[in-house]
């Protein structure tokens, strides 16, 4: 099975930057994604690691150590609106399977 | 922009009702997904469809069923409805083809079920 851990709460500053760390372990590995989900609604896509390294999307980066069993999530410039939990997947196999974790919930604060 | 409707967004019924809840998606996706999340808790996958007539079984156990009859319709249905049955469920799909985010999901807004 899978097993993943990221921290439950967060609290940042607006303007700020924040990183939210995620481990894991599992087998078969096919990918880590993060995850944005507003209180009462879906998770929306934020990004994609199936290679080691740093990928840059606009305010958001993610960050995968395959070795270390490790990825980030690092948000820049933060807004109310990023106010939110942020769920740490892994995927598995060929069906696209995803193990979410429980999520880390955010607290942007003025 | 994604396409995938889930019907009905919030249901309250009694004990020992059968109940469907709709997914829809208008993307030719082949695999469909239906997870179960209580509040403030994870994401748990329930089901999940490679495509017309497969279904398999999640991580999480679940009395409910699925059929995929036809590409874009994955609907799940409780025989008998039970208060441990109360949760979100949410729906998902993702692109059928073997491609860097491929793995990629798009959700439903979600079917709150409340069983008295």
């Known amino acids: 099975g899978q097993n993943i851990d990221q921290p439950t709460e967060m609290t940042a500053t607006e303007g700020a930057i924040v990183q939210i760390n995620c481990t894991y372990q599992t087998s078969g590995f096919n990918g880590l994604f993060w995850y944005q989900q507003h209180a009462g609604e879906a998770p929306t896509f934020l990004s994609y690691?199936?290679?080691?390294g740093l990928e840059e999307k606009g305010r958001f980066s993610s960050f995968l150590s395959r070795s270390k069993g490790y990825s980030y999530l690092l948000l820049k410039e933060l807004q109310m609106k990023d106010s939110a939990s942020y769920l740490c997947?892994?995927?598995?196999?060929?069906?696209?399977?995803?193990?979410f974790g429980t999520g880390t919930r955010l607290q942007v604060t003025l | 922009e994604a396409d995938i409707y889930q019907t009905p967004r919030y249901l309250v019924i009694g004990t020992g009702k059968k109940i469907t809840l709709e997914c829809s998606q208008t993307?030719?996706?082949?695999?469909m997904y239906w997870y179960q999340q209580d509040p403030g808790m994870e994401l748990h996958l329930i089901h999940y469809s490679y495509g017309v007539n497969s279904t398999e079984k999640g991580d999480l156990s679940s009395e409910s069923t699925v059929s995929r009859i036809r590409t874009e319709h994955f609907p799940l249905t409780l025989e008998s409805a039970r208060p441990s049955h109360t949760s979100q469920y949410l729906c998902?799909?993702?692109?059928?083809?073997?491609?860097?985010?491929?793995?990629?999901?798009?959700f439903g807004e979600g079917s709150r079920l409340t069983v008295l």
């Open positions: 690691n199936v290679l080691d």
């Open positions: 998902a799909s993702s692109d059928p083809f073997d491609r860097p985010n491929t793995g990629e999901l798009f």
């Open positions: 997947a892994v995927g598995t196999g060929t069906a696209s399977k995803l193990t």
């Open positions: 993307m030719g996706h082949d695999k």
